[in-house]
């Protein structure tokens, strides 16, 4: 069957190290995957994009890799603070099929 | 990117009734979309709506539970109609603004249900 994960349990970081999420599917040949935030309340918001030629993605403190082999993309937060306290989404995207395949989201909390 | 204001942000309805809600763009988009997400839980994709024509329901939505208006390029609504306890979550319109071939989404802020 289809599915995308993402840890579901809530990731505990200091303040100052590098956060590190997964988001592993199977059964689904993307053409590239995005990475949103989601804080309480609101809408998820973009941050990143990366295609399945891509290895690595990089904005800011932001790194992602795309291991289509592996059936795996990481989404590294450096120098983590705690305004980065949220929740992140990976989704799947089919080559526009103007559809997105949605993890259901890791809570990321930076403790100061 | 876009800013999306959706309308209401919360209501608390009674079982058997029905609830609009609006989604604006602040540009011209060509794809909308509508979502449903529960508390910890995945977004979970209601319908695809388009300008001009009928919206599309994913498995599990239909027209009559969840109607849909797509007028113009920059609004449309979500209606869910003989609301039930079940129906409480939160519901998210989003706009395909990116670039070609990659399908970005923009929210808005959602809207916060809760059926009695």
């Known amino acids: 069957s289809q599915k995308i994960e993402q840890n579901s349990e809530a990731l505990n970081i200091q303040e100052g190290k590098t956060a590190t999420l997964t988001c592993n599917y199977t059964?689904?040949?993307?053409?590239?995957l995005q990475w949103y935030r989601q804080d309480p309340g609101r809408g998820p918001v973009f941050l990143l994009l990366?295609?399945?030629n891509e290895k690595e993605k990089r904005k800011e403190r932001l790194k992602v890799t795309f291991d289509t082999t592996l059936k795996q993309s990481l989404f590294h937060i450096t120098a983590s603070q705690p305004a980065d306290s949220a929740t992140y989404l990976c989704?799947?995207?089919?080559?526009?099929?103007?559809?997105?395949?949605w993890g259901a989201g890791t809570k990321l909390i930076i403790k100061p | 990117s876009a800013v999306i204001s959706q309308k209401p942000s919360r209501d608390i309805c009674q079982r058997g009734t029905s609830l609009t809600i609006q989604c604006q763009v602040d540009?011209?988009?060509?794809?909308m979309f509508w979502y449903r997400q529960q508390p910890g839980q995945s977004l979970t994709l209601i319908a695809t709506?388009?300008?001009?024509?009928?919206?599309?329901?994913e498995s599990g939505f239909v027209i009559d539970k969840f109607p849909i208006s797509r007028p113009n390029l920059t609004f449309s609504t979500l209606t869910v109609s003989n609301m039930s306890p079940e129906d409480s979550s939160i519901y998210l319109c989003?706009?395909?603004?990116?670039?070609?071939?990659?399908?970005?989404?923009?929210f808005g802020p959602g809207t916060r249900l809760t059926v009695l």
């Open positions: 709506a388009n300008q001009g024509s009928e919206a599309t329901y």
């Open positions: 990366i295609r399945e």
């Open positions: 540009s011209q988009v060509t794809m």
């Open positions: 059964n689904y040949s993307p053409a590239y």
């Open positions: 989003s706009a395909d603004i990116g670039q070609r071939n990659t399908d970005t989404q923009y």
């Open positions: 989704a799947l995207g089919m080559d526009s099929n103007y559809q997105l395949i």
